[in-house]
């Protein structure tokens, strides 16, 4: 090789090199993932991205994961890696991870109990034996002087929003405070949604014949069932003018489901939700789409009368399908439980958006209530009515100080109850959206919504679904004699050509 040559040939290995350097320091901060999932599981969402961005300091995660897991578990690692390399990379160098396997490692052991980290028993098939492996599958966030713990990540379905929640508890270290309200004259158990808000925010427990504090920044109120007192009734009208945010959850038919009995509700909270442009009809709203309940029927069995326990559809519990996608509270939700709600008039003369609505298979009964699920109800037969609106926001602007107050209705008295829908995961992140949208804090609402894994099929009417069922039945074989015909046909011509040949 001559010296030209040799030059040229160091000189073009010597760029090479420095472009794949380049390249490789470029592409550890500027990448991109091509990712065809629905909900671009396998993508670090914006949300998380704008929590990432609020990272002043160093945070580092330490995750105890045991290695040569079976199955689900070891992609639970794979993945795991893989989105904590995402966040490193948006954190701007903020945000370190380390693995460590803790198995024959006491310190290791020790230290990852005591951020709260425990061993776990899972099962497994080795050798075609069941075994029984202790294993470690969580991690530890620290910031600064904090600290907060995943103990144990059994899946990867919302693991991304668990760990951008944990990321903004640790930067946001001041959480806001809401309150649960009541009245003199309600009893409601609602516990379980309190233990849950208690995550994320400050829960306090307030009584309405109070004023209510100027740092509440979201009050719930449920299932008002009495009219309030002159003193409840101007706290409430008189936090609102200040700014305040209202969540109430009220109907306007106090139903007992198992007496079958229902009566209207008197009371001035709906006058008052009237001059914010919020009317809830005097009926209760029925829809095809609805939950199912267990009801007793007699039966015969070996000549015997005896009950039996079956489930039919109850028109008086609506599941919601149908969502205003124009607003981020209820955008990406798929299906909220309701029970026994009441249909929502909005006043055009005030600032009200509808949330969301029934299925165009909807009903309305008044006056005289027929709760029973039996199929002698003769309401259930005439669900042919649009869509009822059952939430709405209002929002009320304070002509003297400019101040904005909101307030979001949802028609459902048990919407935040214990013997509701409350724990219902979606009617939960619908909660949960709703106090973050109060609270001007958006971050996590679209975060959230990926993470929802209920995919209801599409319900199909009575008669396009009889029409599929004679397709389904009668396709296969119209194409069974067609094929047959078709090899009939040839055979035929085939005997025609061996028969000019050797006939």
Same mark, same amino acid.
């Not at 959230?448 to 008669?463: A, D, F, G, M, V």
């Given at each position: 090789?001559?010296?030209?040559?040799?030059?040229?040939?160091?000189?073009?290995?010597?760029?090479?090199?420095?472009?794949?350097?380049?390249?490789?320091?470029?592409?550890?901060?500027?990448?991109?993932?091509l @990712?065809?999932?629905?909900?671009?599981?396998?993508?670090l969402?914006?949300?998380?991205?704008t929590?990432?961005?609020?990272?002043?300091?160093?945070?580092?995660?330490?995750?105890?994961?045991?290695?040569?897991?079976?199955?689900?578990?070891?992609?639970?690692?794979?993945?795991?890696?893989?989105?904590?390399?995402?966040?490193?990379?948006?954190?701007?160098?903020?945000?370190?991870? %380390?693995?460590?396997?803790?198995?024959?490692?006491?310190?290791?052991? =020790?230290?990852?109990?005591?951020s709260g980290?425990?061993?776990?028993?899972?099962?497994?098939?080795?050798?075609?034996e069941?075994?029984?492996?202790?294993?470690?599958?969580?991690?530890?966030?620290?910031y600064?002087?904090?600290?907060?713990?995943?103990?144990?990540?059994?899946?990867?379905?919302?693991?991304?929003?668990?760990i =951008?929640?944990?990321?903004?508890?640790?930067? @946001?270290?001041?959480?806001?405070?809401?309150?649960?309200?009541t009245?003199?004259?309600?009893?409601?158990?609602?516990?379980? +949604?309190?233990?849950?808000?208690?995550?994320?925010?400050?829960?306090?427990?307030?009584?309405? @014949?109070?004023?209510?504090?100027?740092?509440?920044?979201?009050?719930?109120?449920?299932?008002?069932?009495?009219?309030?007192?002159?003193?409840?009734?101007?706290?409430i009208?008189?936090?609102?003018?200040?700014?305040?945010?209202?969540?109430?959850?009220?109907?306007?038919?106090?139903?007992?489901?198992?007496?079958?009995?229902?009566?209207?509700?008197? #009371?001035?909270?709906?006058?008052?939700?009237t001059?914010?442009?919020?009317n809830?009809?005097?009926?209760?709203?029925?829809?095809?789409?609805?939950?199912?309940?267990?009801?007793?029927?007699?039966?015969?069995?070996?000549?015997?009368?005896?009950?039996?326990?079956?489930?039919?559809?109850?028109?008086?519990?609506?599941?919601?399908?149908?969502?205003?996608?124009?607003?981020?509270?209820?955008?990406?939700?798929?299906?909220?439980?309701?029970?026994?709600?009441?249909?929502? +008039?909005?006043?055009?003369?005030? #600032?009200?958006?509808?949330?969301?609505?029934?299925?165009?298979?909807?009903?309305?009964?008044?006056?005289?209530?027929?709760?029973?699920?039996?199929? =002698?109800?003769?309401?259930?037969?005439?669900?042919?009515?649009?869509?009822? /609106?059952?939430?709405a926001?209002?929002?009320?602007?304070?002509?003297?100080?400019?101040? /904005?107050?909101q307030? +979001?209705?949802?028609?459902?008295?048990?919407?935040?109850?214990?013997?509701?829908?409350?724990?219902?995961?979606?009617?939960?992140?619908?909660?949960?959206?709703?106090? @973050?949208?109060?609270?001007?804090?958006?971050?996590?609402?679209?975060l959230?919504?990926?993470?929802?894994?209920?995919?209801?099929?599409?319900?199909?009417? %009575?008669?396009e679904r009889s029409?599929?069922?004679?397709?389904?039945?009668?396709?296969?074989?119209?194409?069974?004699?067609?094929?047959?015909?078709?090899?009939?046909?040839?055979?035929n011509?085939r005997?025609?050509?061996?028969?000019? /040949?050797?006939?």
């Open positions: 090789m001559s010296t030209q040559n040799k030059k040229s040939f160091f000189i073009y290995i010597s760029i090479v090199a420095a472009i794949l350097v380049i390249f490789n320091i470029v592409s550890r901060n500027w990448f991109f993932r @990712d065809l999932t629905d909900n671009k599981m396998y993508s969402s914006n949300s998380s991205k929590v990432l961005g609020k990272l002043d300091d160093l945070m580092t995660l330490k995750v105890y994961f045991s290695t040569n897991l079976p199955g689900e578990y070891g992609n639970n690692r794979r993945y795991l890696q893989d989105i904590l390399e995402e966040y490193a990379a948006y954190s701007d160098g903020n945000l370190k991870f %380390e693995f460590f396997e803790p198995k024959n490692n006491e310190e290791l052991e =020790t230290e990852a109990q005591k980290v425990r061993p776990m028993q899972i099962q497994t098939v080795e050798k075609d069941v075994v029984i492996k202790v294993v470690y599958m969580g991690m530890v966030f620290l600064e002087d904090e600290r907060e713990t995943i103990p144990f990540i059994k899946t990867k379905t919302g693991l991304e929003y668990e =951008t929640t944990k990321i903004k508890k640790l930067v @946001d270290s001041n959480k806001s405070s809401i309150a649960i309200a009245t003199a004259n309600q009893v409601v158990a609602n516990e379980k +949604i309190t233990q849950n808000l208690e995550i994320n925010f400050n829960v306090r427990k307030i009584n309405l @014949d109070s004023e209510i504090p100027l740092d509440i920044a979201v009050v719930l109120l449920n299932g008002v069932s009495d009219s309030l007192s002159a003193d409840e009734y101007h706290n009208e008189d936090y609102i003018k200040r700014g305040g945010n209202l969540l109430i959850a009220q109907n306007r038919i106090n139903v007992d489901i198992q007496t079958q009995q229902a009566a209207p509700i008197v #009371s001035n909270i709906f006058d008052l939700l001059n914010y442009g919020l809830i009809k005097e009926n209760l709203v029925l829809d095809k789409n609805c939950s199912r309940v267990t009801m007793q029927i007699p039966t015969s069995f070996l000549g015997m009368r005896v009950m039996q326990s079956v489930q039919k559809e109850y028109p008086f519990l609506p599941v919601i399908e149908h969502f205003n996608k124009d607003e981020i509270i209820v955008n990406g939700l798929e299906q909220l439980l309701t029970f026994f709600p009441s249909e929502i +008039i909005l006043d055009s003369l005030h #600032s009200t958006t509808p949330l969301f609505r029934t299925s165009n298979r909807s009903a309305s009964m008044k006056e005289f209530y027929n709760l029973s699920p039996n199929e =002698t109800n003769n309401s259930f037969s005439q669900l042919n009515e649009k869509g009822k /609106i059952i939430s926001h209002s929002k009320v602007v304070n002509d003297e100080t400019g101040l /904005i107050g307030i +979001i209705l949802i028609s459902d008295s048990k919407f935040f109850a214990d013997d509701g829908f409350a724990t219902n995961p979606e009617n939960y992140i619908f909660i949960l959206n709703t106090v @973050d949208y109060l609270l001007g804090d958006e971050e996590l609402i679209d959230r919504s990926r993470e929802i894994t209920s995919r209801p099929l599409e319900k199909l009417e %009575e008669e029409r599929w069922k004679w397709i389904n039945i009668l396709l296969p074989s119209i194409l069974v004699v067609v094929f047959g015909f078709i090899r009939l046909k040839r055979e011509s005997a025609k050509v061996l028969e000019e /040949i050797y006939g």
